[in-house]
């Protein structure tokens, strides 16, 4: 059964191949970034303003291409222990416009 690609924008820890494989064997990933507000590596806080002219940090990460449903990826995401980070216990999910490293940019989700 084919479905819709869909693209997502990991950085941290799902740009690792290998829990991207947790989540499908076959996907297609690609170097990119997008303009964030700020980013605190340590606490994984990530900020993106309304206002794209306070978005000027670059948070470098993976483009990643699914061949499944969006609600399926999300699920497979919840049951990788090593995505979870003890300070949060809630998430948002959004579009954000991803650049390519090489190639054209794109709208993905982003979790944070």
Not at 61 to 71: D, P
Not at 97 to 112: D, E, M, Q, V
Request: proline share 0%; with cysteine.
């Amino acid at each position: 059964m084919y479905y819709i690609m869909v693209l997502f924008f990991f950085y941290d820890k799902l740009s690792n191949t290998e829990l991207l494989k947790k989540i499908n064997e076959s996907f297609e990933i690609s170097d990119g970034y997008i303009l964030i507000e700020s980013y605190d590596s340590f606490n994984n806080i990530l900020k993106i303003s309304d206002d794209l002219l306070n978005n000027k940090t670059l948070l470098h990460g993976k483009i990643v291409n699914f061949n499944m449903k969006m609600e399926d990826i999300v699920s497979k995401i919840n049951k990788i222990q090593e995505c979870k980070f003890n300070n949060k216990t809630k998430y948002t999910m959004e579009t954000i416009f991803a650049n390519r490293k090489y190639g054209l940019g794109c709208i993905c989700y982003i979790i944070y």
